[in-house]
C-alpha cells in the first residue's frame, strides 16, 4: 500500500483522537463549572489527610482535637455594617454561603431564619456570606424577600471563601453550611440545602460540647 493510500487513515484517527481530547477537555470544564455553580452541593471534599467523616446525609464532621481554625471572616455587610466571626469566640457560630441567585438557597432561607431566633440567646451566632451577587441591592432584596435578620457579609468576588485551608471543611459550592465551635474551629460542613431539621442535625452536637 503507498503512503498516499495510508494517509486518510492517518487522518481519520488523529481526527477522532482530537474529538476525544476535545471531548474530555469539555467534561473537564463542565466538571469545574458544576462544582462552582448553585446546586443540592454533595458529599465529597478536600483531599489528602483531611480528619472528616461525611455521613450518608451529606454533613462532613471532624472529632474535637483534629479541627482547623476559621479563617478571617471579617468585612462589610449586606446592611451597610460590619462584622467579624472573630468576635462571636466563645459561642458556636453558623456560616452560611449563598446568593439571591441560588434557588436552593431560597430554599433553605426560612430554616436558617427559624433555627437562628430559636437558638439566639443560647450561645449560637449566624453569619452569613453573600457571594456572586451582582449587586449588594439584590442581596438586601433576597433578606427582606425571606425575613433573614441575621447579618451577612458581602462578598460579590468570593474572595472570602478563597481563604479557607484547602483539604479541610472549606465551602466548595453554594449553598455551603458550616457549624464552628467555641474555640473558632470548624467542625461540621455540608455542601447542599439545609431543612430544619439537618441544620440542627449539624449544630446540636457542636453546642453540646463542654
Known amino acids: 500500500m503507498s503512503a498516499a493510500s495510508r494517509t486518510p487513515r492517518r487522518s481519520h484517527r488523529t481526527g477522532r483522537a482530537r474529538r476525544r481530547t476535545a471531548l474530555t477537555t469539555t ?7 458544576l462544582l462552582s455553580a448553585c446546586g443540592s452541593g454533595g458529599t465529597t471534599g478536600g483531599g489528602g489527610n483531611t480528619g472528616f ?3 450518608k446525609d451529606g454533613i462532613a464532621t471532624v472529632r474535637k482535637g483534629g479541627r482547623t481554625a476559621v479563617p478571617d ?5 449586606v446592611d451597610g455594617k460590619r462584622v467579624d466571626v472573630a468576635d462571636h469566640r466563645g459561642e458556636v457560630v ?4 449563598w446568593g439571591s441567585w441560588c434557588p436552593p438557597c ?3 432561607a426560612k430554616n436558617f431564619e427559624k433555627v437562628h431566633q430559636d437558638l439566639k440567646d443560647e450561645g449560637v451566632a449566624f453569619v452569613g456570606i453573600n457571594t456572586r451577587d451582582s449587586s449588594v441591592g439584590l442581596a438586601r432584596a433576597f433578606e427582606k ?3 433573614v435578620t441575621f447579618p451577612s457579609l458581602y462578598d460579590p468576588t468570593g474572595k472570602l471563601m478563597l481563604r479557607f485551608e484547602k483539604g479541610t471543611l472549606n465551602p466548595q459550592a453554594v449553598p455551603s453550611t458550616l457549624v ?3 474555640d473558632g474551629k470548624i467542625a461540621a460542613r455540608t455542601l447542599q440545602a439545609l431543612t430544619e431539621d ?3 442535625k449539624m449544630i446540636d452536637p457542636v453546642l453540646a460540647e463542654k
Open 27 to 33: 467534561g473537564v470544564a463542565a466538571a469545574a463549572l
Open 53 to 55: 467523616v461525611t455521613g
Open 73 to 77: 471572616l471579617s468585612g462589610p455587610t
Open 94 to 97: 453558623v456560616i452560611n454561603v
Open 106 to 108: 431560597r430554599l433553605e
Open 145 to 147: 424577600n425571606y425575613g
Open 180 to 182: 464552628v465551635d467555641r
Open 198 to 200: 439537618q441544620l440542627r
